[in-house]
């Protein structure tokens, strides 16, 4: 429900979706019911590319009772970039939000990063990442860890991914960028606008399920942020950070006391 006693933002949502039945349903539910007060969600962009399951067909079996739903098809998987210039083309909305397929939000989520757009000195804003693996294994155990720290860390510095929302500054990233949220971080700062942490937007999580795909996670996070600096002259704010380096080991220390 809508708060009429407060300005009403209006937003775009945009999902990215490559084979996700397992959790698109899921995660169409939960933002469809987000609780709303001065925020609210125009439109539901879904991006399906190269869906090769049953993602289209559960997508296409809500769009007749959810109205805000678009679905877009890309036949083959173009990169998560390819598919955020397709919402970036259709959001109608000067406020964005964007999350990806293998996420689930918190039920106020949305409301708690869109409102913080009221201050027009904002110009990102991005959610509380909670793992959902169980941290009673290893794999687990570091994504908690990981999440736990930079959880910490954006409470100084933001660091913002998974699900995030900005202004709508720009039509489409660059091709070649593989960190999208480090890019809009660079625009955002570039026009001189803030970039803010919303520790009460919650986004639900699941991290590496093995100890290769964790490693494989972070050297092809780390590699994308070392392009973003080399040809586009932005560092992220983490990387380098005195602050990252000595949260990065109070959390393993306290990791080895358990």
Known sequence: MIDTLQPTIKCSVGITAHN??????????????????QVEI???????SGCTDSTVEIIESYMSKEPRLKLFIQERREGKTSAINIFLRHAQENICVLESGDTIPHEDAIENMVRMFNDPAVGMTG???VPVNTPEHIIGLLSHLRLKMEHQLCLEIPRLGELIAFRKLFDEIPPDVAMDEA???ALVIKRGLQVRYAPDAVVFNMGPETLSDFVKQRRRNHAGHLHLRAKYGYEVSSMGSPQFVKLSLEEIWGALQL
């Open 42 to 48: 125009t439109e539901i962009i879904i991006v399906a």
């Open 20 to 37: 996700e039945e397992a959790n698109i349903g899921e995660i169409i539910e939960a933002v469809t019911t987000q609780r709303l007060h």
């Open 183 to 185: 890019f809009v971080e």
């Open 127 to 129: 959610a509380h990442k």
